[in-house]
Nanobody
Framework: QVQLVESGGGLVQAGGSLRLSCTAS????????MGWYRQAPGKQRELVGV???????NVADAVTGRFTISRDNDKNTVYLQMSRLKSEDTAVYYC?????????WGQGTQVTVSS
Protein backbone atom coordinates (compact mmCIF):
# COMPACT_ATOMS: atom_id res chain seq x y z
CA GLN A 1 0.00 0.00 0.00
CA VAL A 2 1.21 3.47 -0.90
CA GLN A 3 0.08 6.69 0.74
CA LEU A 4 0.07 9.94 -1.19
CA VAL A 5 -0.36 13.17 0.71
CA GLU A 6 -1.09 16.41 -1.08
CA SER A 7 -0.57 19.84 0.39
CA GLY A 8 -0.34 23.45 -0.69
CA GLY A 9 -3.90 24.17 -1.70
CA GLY A 10 -5.77 27.26 -0.63
CA LEU A 11 -7.47 30.44 -1.69
CA VAL A 12 -5.71 32.66 -4.20
CA GLN A 13 -6.70 35.60 -6.34
CA ALA A 14 -6.90 35.29 -10.08
CA GLY A 15 -3.48 35.81 -11.61
CA GLY A 16 -1.74 34.44 -8.55
CA SER A 17 0.36 31.34 -8.02
CA LEU A 18 0.34 28.24 -5.87
CA ARG A 19 2.57 25.23 -5.59
CA LEU A 20 1.05 21.89 -4.69
CA SER A 21 3.10 19.06 -3.25
CA CYS A 22 2.47 15.34 -3.27
CA THR A 23 4.62 13.21 -1.01
CA ALA A 24 4.63 9.46 -1.43
CA SER A 25 5.33 6.78 1.15
CA UNK A 26 7.20 4.82 -1.52
CA UNK A 27 10.07 5.79 -3.78
CA UNK A 28 8.75 7.76 -6.73
CA UNK A 29 11.79 6.68 -8.74
CA UNK A 30 10.12 3.28 -9.08
CA UNK A 31 6.75 4.71 -10.11
CA UNK A 32 5.72 4.31 -13.73
CA UNK A 33 4.33 7.83 -13.58
CA MET A 34 3.09 10.46 -11.19
CA GLY A 35 0.21 12.62 -12.18
CA TRP A 36 -1.98 15.48 -11.10
CA TYR A 37 -5.71 15.51 -11.68
CA ARG A 38 -8.46 17.90 -10.72
CA GLN A 39 -12.18 17.77 -10.23
CA ALA A 40 -14.38 20.82 -10.23
CA PRO A 41 -17.91 20.75 -8.74
CA GLY A 42 -20.30 18.96 -11.05
CA LYS A 43 -17.55 17.93 -13.44
CA GLN A 44 -15.57 14.79 -14.09
CA ARG A 45 -12.06 14.37 -12.84
CA GLU A 46 -9.58 15.45 -15.49
CA LEU A 47 -5.88 15.06 -16.06
CA VAL A 48 -3.79 18.14 -15.38
CA GLY A 49 -0.38 16.71 -16.09
CA VAL A 50 1.93 13.76 -15.65
CA UNK A 51 5.61 13.12 -15.17
CA UNK A 52 6.92 9.74 -16.24
CA UNK A 53 9.62 7.61 -14.72
CA UNK A 54 12.02 8.88 -17.35
CA UNK A 55 11.19 12.48 -16.55
CA UNK A 56 8.95 13.20 -19.49
CA UNK A 57 6.29 15.79 -18.74
CA ASN A 58 2.93 16.32 -20.35
CA VAL A 59 0.33 18.84 -19.27
CA ALA A 60 -3.21 19.44 -20.44
CA ASP A 61 -3.84 22.07 -23.07
CA ALA A 62 -5.93 24.08 -20.62
CA VAL A 63 -2.90 24.67 -18.38
CA THR A 64 -0.04 24.66 -20.87
CA GLY A 65 2.23 27.60 -20.28
CA ARG A 66 0.80 28.18 -16.80
CA PHE A 67 1.33 24.92 -14.89
CA THR A 68 4.39 22.77 -14.69
CA ILE A 69 5.30 19.54 -12.94
CA SER A 70 8.56 18.68 -11.24
CA ARG A 71 9.82 16.17 -8.73
CA ASP A 72 12.36 15.73 -5.98
CA ASN A 73 13.32 12.07 -5.90
CA ASP A 74 15.17 12.39 -2.61
CA LYS A 75 11.99 13.67 -0.95
CA ASN A 76 9.66 11.34 -2.86
CA THR A 77 7.70 14.45 -3.74
CA VAL A 78 6.08 15.67 -6.92
CA TYR A 79 5.14 19.29 -7.36
CA LEU A 80 2.56 21.13 -9.40
CA GLN A 81 3.56 24.74 -9.88
CA MET A 82 0.55 26.77 -10.89
CA SER A 83 0.79 30.35 -12.11
CA ARG A 84 -1.55 32.86 -13.70
CA LEU A 85 -4.40 31.09 -12.03
CA LYS A 86 -7.91 31.55 -13.35
CA SER A 87 -11.29 31.09 -11.72
CA GLU A 88 -11.81 28.00 -13.87
CA ASP A 89 -8.82 26.37 -12.17
CA THR A 90 -10.90 26.11 -9.00
CA ALA A 91 -11.12 22.42 -8.13
CA VAL A 92 -9.94 19.70 -5.82
CA TYR A 93 -6.52 18.62 -7.02
CA TYR A 94 -5.49 15.00 -6.65
CA CYS A 95 -2.16 13.28 -6.98
CA UNK A 96 -1.95 9.83 -8.52
CA UNK A 97 0.97 7.44 -8.55
CA UNK A 98 1.26 4.29 -10.59
CA UNK A 99 3.41 1.40 -9.42
CA UNK A 100 3.19 -1.76 -11.48
CA UNK A 101 -0.46 -2.32 -12.31
CA UNK A 102 -1.79 -0.39 -9.33
CA UNK A 103 -2.80 3.23 -9.09
CA UNK A 104 -2.83 5.09 -5.81
CA TRP A 105 -4.60 8.37 -5.10
CA GLY A 106 -4.14 11.06 -2.56
CA GLN A 107 -6.99 12.58 -0.61
CA GLY A 108 -6.99 15.79 -2.62
CA THR A 109 -6.36 19.42 -1.83
CA GLN A 110 -8.74 22.27 -2.55
CA VAL A 111 -7.67 25.13 -4.77
CA THR A 112 -10.01 28.10 -4.97
CA VAL A 113 -9.30 30.99 -7.30
CA SER A 114 -11.24 34.15 -6.63
CA SER A 115 -11.94 36.54 -9.47
Amino acid sequence: QVQLVESGGGLVQAGGSLRLSCTASRSIVTANAMGWYRQAPGKQRELVGVITRGGGINVADAVTGRFTISRDNDKNTVYLQMSRLKSEDTAVYYCKGSWGLTDYWGQGTQVTVSS
